[in-house]
């Protein structure tokens, strides 16, 4: 829940014009035709858009707190927005897509923020070193010394580097965990109203995964890093878990939590 400017890192830029002749050699025409509407999707939300003049000189840890929920609401809003794409979470009972995205997104934020990491910097994209001294302020005074933000960070290197810098491996990821029922762990996440619909969106995106994947490596080298790659969510899971109880246990005060964004207020289960 790192917040950041939307512009993404083009980890693959120099293959960005060849990689339909390249995926219609290995994957059907389907195949080909969903990966390029994920792709054309997240960038028209994400790649294009006009980076926010955002303040981090704040003093004190309730106003950061609040400042913060602000920020990653608006971040949030664009996934949401994402996923709005995608014909198989559209086509779902609306109870069902709401349960997705109240259960789901917060561990989907971290994983889409891989899309920012820059491995030939080691940095994130577009940031200033006066910026990103602000920004340790910033975040030292929401997380104090919790160590999330330190566990935060490491995992996107990790999960980058897992994942090859690979945009379109991150983003079939991303589709493929929205449908993925439990991700949460929340003990107060309710049963779905259409089990099968939503498992066989599941399913249908792991096998794209799967099979872009077999794509560019073959089946050796995919099985292995498809089970690094679920090892790295299972990690995730238990990291989102651990925000979660973090930000139940700060908001503690009925004046906080009036004045933390009502969208963030549900991601994190606390409304």
Aim: glycine share 2%; proline share 1%.
């Amino acid at each position: 829940m790192d917040t950041e400017n939307d512009n993404t890192v083009q980890h693959d830029m120099n293959r960005s014009n060849d990689i339909k002749m390249e995926l219609s050699q290995g994957l059907s025409i389907e195949d080909w035709s969903d990966i390029e509407s994920i792709r054309s999707s997240y960038s028209s939300i994400f790649q294009n858009q006009t980076k926010s003049h955002r303040s981090y000189e704040i003093s004190d840890r309730i106003t950061a707190l609040i400042t913060w929920s602000e920020f990653a609401s608006e971040r949030a809003m664009k996934l949401i927005h994402f996923f709005q794409q995608i014909d198989e979470f559209e086509n779902l009972n609306v109870d069902d897509r709401f349960t997705l995205v109240k259960y789901n997104l917060l561990p989907l934020f971290l994983i889409q923020k891989c899309h920012c990491y820059d491995p030939l910097t080691g940095k994130f994209a577009n940031r200033s070193n006066e910026d990103a001294s602000k920004r340790r302020q910033f975040f030292a005074l929401c997380y104090g010394s919790s160590g999330i933000r330190e566990t935060y960070l490491n995992f996107i290197r990790s999960f980058s580097m897992i994942t090859d810098y690979d945009s379109t491996l991150i983003n079939l990821i991303l589709v493929m965990l929205l449908f993925s029922k439990g991700l949460s762990m929340s003990e107060n996440e309710p049963i779905l109203n259409d089990v099968l619909a939503v498992n066989k969106a599941q399913s249908h995106y792991a096998r794209l995964t799967w099979n872009y994947l077999l794509y560019k490596h073959g089946e050796k080298k995919t099985l292995k890093q498809f089970t690094q790659i679920m090892g790295n969510i299972a990690r995730i899971q238990s990291f989102t878990k651990y925000y979660r109880d973090f930000f139940r246990s700060e908001i503690q005060c009925a004046e906080l939590l009036e004045r933390f964004a009502p969208l963030m207020q549900a991601v994190l289960n606390i409304a």
